[in-house]
């Protein structure tokens, strides 16, 4: 396929938060509620539409565990956009979004887009409500979602939403630093992003 732009996106989060579900759920369209956890990294490729742009996205799964923490960091370089995602029926995996947060500031690029997802929002025994989730996402100025992969709200919306972004802090660039994000460089304008 041809495309206008390829962009890196990461996927993180703590283990058992739904990444893999998301992502699946996001590029095939389906859902397992029984899969084996993620060792390392996976990836999946799926070109979208976004304001008449052809988008090959380049989506990375981390694995949540802290053992694998090491070789995350490896892919927070070069990543345009990334999926902080919490599972609302742990608010473990709530609290540590700010350690994840951490990561992101001391390994990603200063303007990479960040979204905020709640997943899991269809299960009713919620431990962390949409306002927290809210509070924290404009605390650090991000975007906020609540999304569930079993029933596929809000997924395609991150995606999009994400991507948009993402094409809208990279509108300014020159056509040589356009072909340098096809290639899923860094970018070098050190502008702050979303």
Known sequence: HKYDYLFKLLIIGESGVGKTCLLLRFTDDSFTANHLTTIGI???IKIITVES?????????????????????????????????YDVTDSYSFKNIR????????????????????????????????????????????????????????????????????????AGKTQAQGEHLKKGGDSKDGKKGC
């Open 99 to 170: 350690n994840w947060i951490k990561q992101i500031e001391a390994n990603a690029q200063t303007n990479v887009c960040k979204v905020l997802i709640g997943n899991k929002c269809d299960k009713p025994d919620r431990k962390v409500t949409e306002d927290e989730g809210r509070k924290l996402a404009e605390e650090f100025n991000m975007s906020f979602f609540e999304t569930s992969a079993k029933t596929n709200q809000n997924v395609n919306e991150v995606f999009n939403f994400l991507t948009a972004e993402i094409l809208k802090t990279n």
């Open 42 to 44: 996976d990836f999946k």
């Open 53 to 85: 742009k052809l988008i090959k996205l380049q989506i990375w799964d981390t694995a949540g565990q802290e053992r694998f923490r090491t070789i995350t960091k490896t892919y927070y370089k070069g990543a345009h956009g990334i999926i902080l995602t």
